[in-house]
């Protein structure tokens, strides 16, 4: 695609701004879903109880009842996945060299919301946020359910940043994937529909 037909194609899906948000916000929610699966299938895997990372959201937050702490976890790891995309999406409105036009640049540009996702959400909230909840909840044995979470991520808070980065990317590129896609082929139909209406 040379620049001429990348200019005629941003022009294009700039004619449908609130479209372009609406796919970013579809690939966010599919992304947060696919990688919220992935964490699942880790836990069983490794033969930690299902729902685990979910819950060091939720506990961290004061909810220590387990099927509550698992619940505001998913829900809320569901939504920012989803956020990011819709804010993804405004802001390519603003600035045309984030929009996704095809599934290439898409995964490029996919890459770089996990990276700054994970810099600028999740490695301050882990640091500042959850690991200091998990040594309170080592040393304290008030709540039971808290207390064996904390010991099951004891020393493993390096890992997990590394391991949490790598989800990141995988969450990236599906969403650029996806985003790229779904404008891809929108773009593709207007271009028949031009050329149809062109030849009449």
Request: overall charge positive; aromatic content about 12%.
């Amino acid at each position: 695609m040379n620049g001429v037909d990348t200019i005629m194609e941003l022009q294009k899906i700039d004619n449908t701004p609130k479209m372009l948000i609406v796919y970013c916000t579809l690939a966010g929610l599919i992304s947060a879903l696919i990688i919220s699966g992935l964490l699942e299938v880790i836990d069983f895997a490794s033969g930690t109880p299902s729902g685990t990372f979910f819950a060091v959201i939720g506990l961290s937050l004061g909810f220590n009842d387990p099927a509550s702490a698992q619940y505001i976890g998913y829900g809320l790891h569901v939504l920012t996945g989803t956020v990011a995309g819709n804010i993804f999406g405004q802001m390519a409105l603003f600035w045309q060299k984030l929009i996704p036009y095809n599934m290439k640049r898409g995964v490029s540009l996919g890459l770089m919301l996990g990276i700054s996702l994970w810099a600028v959400l999740f490695a301050p909230l882990a640091t500042f946020g959850i690991q200091p909840k998990l040594d309170t909840f080592m040393i304290t044995e008030a709540n039971t359910y808290a207390h064996s979470i904390a010991n099951h991520f004891a020393g493993l808070y390096y890992f997990v940043l590394g391991a949490s980065l790598l989800f990141h990317l995988v969450y990236g590129a599906v969403f650029g994937l996806l985003a790229g896609r779904i404008t891809g082929v929108k773009l593709t139909m207007r271009k028949l529909i031009d050329a149809r209406i062109k030849g009449n």
